[in-house]
């Protein structure tokens, strides 16, 4: 990815299964990574690697519609 890349647009396949490495450094926690939307049970593997679906990433399945942020 380039270094000045701040946002993600996407129209393609959210369940398109990605593989992303170790990080050295977790922000948060990985307790939810095997049952997000896009995970499964054995995602979180036991070197620290993540095999799941794109969406982990860009949020495409979400839904709900509503939130409690706002814009005015």
């Not at 593989?19 to 896009?38: E, S, T």
């Amino acid at each position: 990815a380039d270094p000045a890349a701040d946002a993600v647009v996407t129209g393609g396949n959210a369940n398109m299964v990605i593989h992303l490495p170790k990080m050295d450094k977790v922000i948060g926690m990985l307790d939810y990574v095997d049952v997000i939307a896009g995970g499964h049970e054995g995602s979180l593997k036991e070197d620290g690697t993540i095999e799941a679906e794109l969406q982990v990433i860009t949020g495409a399945t979400n839904e709900m519609g509503f939130n409690k942020l706002s814009a005015r």
